[in-house]
């Protein structure tokens, strides 16, 4: 093919039209517009897609405030969909814990046990709620993620398991002497070898299923937010750069609240030209992926109704010249 054969149309149409895609991250620093994307986005999915599910697994939890509505760690319908689920999650790691971690009456915290080795217990949490999804088995899960450095660490999970997981079993030898004197005073509360064991290689087993799908184009994408400034545009490059590094898809960017100046305000032409600067700058840095450029609006984009309105903003390019007016907006 030649350069020209590429046409890497402004919006994220090539997601909707992408049968195979299972796993889609939505992240980007604080307050950019991640969760207000991730909802727009499930909206879209929702109309070709057999079932969505939402997910949040940002301690802040801000599904809940974007719908209106509350969630909790199991999927919930969102109100006036017959096929789009929202849930969030508590990406603590004695939120997720597998039973066997901190549900015996021995009086041993398996959690703190593992909790000397970095990730471990993050890695299982991961892994139960891997396995709970997966279960579920929704044509697509969309994961509003909490911003960037916290959502790379829960990406590379897999590999820090791997390691983590060796220190482990040879630690686990080291204890089995233990653990049999603790047995045999007191009694068959504590958790057998075997048992713990085998928690151990059921999450490591869904940990690397994980990994494999999320290294594969087919089945995952992770789709960065920024807006139009220097600190976003950096952070932006430095997420891709680290995504490519592990082996993570990336077709799209979402690029949030660019200034559309109505009228011949001081304010707005000031803003307007210094997002100038930056969104030639994404042009030129992101040359080979969707990118999507969305107005920011005079309202919030709250509630089921701004939402659906907002999420059509990701399959056409917006025209200033037809402003889009939220239902919360006040004249
Ligand atoms: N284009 C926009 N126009 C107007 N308001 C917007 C726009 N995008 C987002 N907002 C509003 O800005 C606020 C922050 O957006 P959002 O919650 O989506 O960001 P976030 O990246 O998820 O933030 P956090 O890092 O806190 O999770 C919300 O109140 C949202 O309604
Ligand atoms: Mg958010
Ligand atoms: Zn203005």
């Given at each position: 093919m030649s350069e020209g054969d590429f046409d890497y149309e402004p919006t994220i149409k090539n997601l909707l039209e992408k049968?195979?895609?299972?796993w889609i991250f939505v992240g980007g620093k604080g307050g950019v517009g991640k969760t207000t994307t991730s909802c727009s986005l499930a909206i879209q999915l929702a109309k070709v897609k057999k079932s969505v599910l939402l997910i949040s697994?940002?301690?802040?939890?801000?599904l809940s405030d974007a719908f209106g509505q509350k969630f909790s760690k199991h999927p919930q319908l969102v109100n006036g969909f017959t096929n789009l689920s929202a849930m969030e999650i508590?990406?603590?790691?004695?939120?997720?814990?597998?039973?066997?971690m901190n549900n015996?009456?021995?009086?041993?915290?398996l959690q703190e046990l593992v909790?000397?080795?970095?990730?471990i217990d993050e890695a299982m949490s991961f892994a139960e709620v891997m396995k709970l999804v997966k279960s579920l088995e929704f044509s697509v899960v969309v994961f509003d993620t909490a911003p960037t450095g916290h959502t790379l660490r829960l990406l590379s999970i897999p590999s820090l398991m791997d390691k983590s997981f060796g220190k482990l079993m040879s630690m686990q030898q080291n204890f089995s002497g233990v653990f049999s004197a603790f047995s045999s005073v007191m009694g068959p509360d504590i958790p057998s070898m075997d048992t713990i064991e085998s928690t151990l290689n059921n999450s490591k087993k869904t940990i690397e299923e994980v990994n494999v799908q999320f290294k594969n184009p087919d089945l995952t994408t992770f789709v960065p937010v920024c807006i139009p400034e220097f600190l976003s545009v950096y952070e932006t490059e430095r997420l891709i750069q680290e995504l490519t590094k592990l082996d993570i898809d990336v077709q799209n960017v979402i690029v949030n609240q660019i200034v559309y100046p109505e009228q011949d305000c001081g304010l707005c032409n000031a803003r307007k030209k210094m997002q100038k600067k930056y969104l030639d700058q994404i042009d030129d840095l992101y040359i080979d992926f969707h990118i999507t450029k969305l107005p920011l609006l005079?309202?919030?984009?709250?509630?089921v109704d701004s939402l659906k309105l907002f999420s059509q903003l990701l399959v056409t390019q917006y025209d200033p010249t037809h402003p889009l007016t939220l239902p919360n907006e006040s004249k």
């Open positions: 049968d195979t895609l299972k697994t940002d301690p802040a939890h801000n508590d990406p603590k790691p004695e939120a997720n814990a597998p039973e066997v015996n009456n021995s009086g041993l915290n909790s000397g080795i970095p990730g005079k309202a919030e984009v709250r509630g």
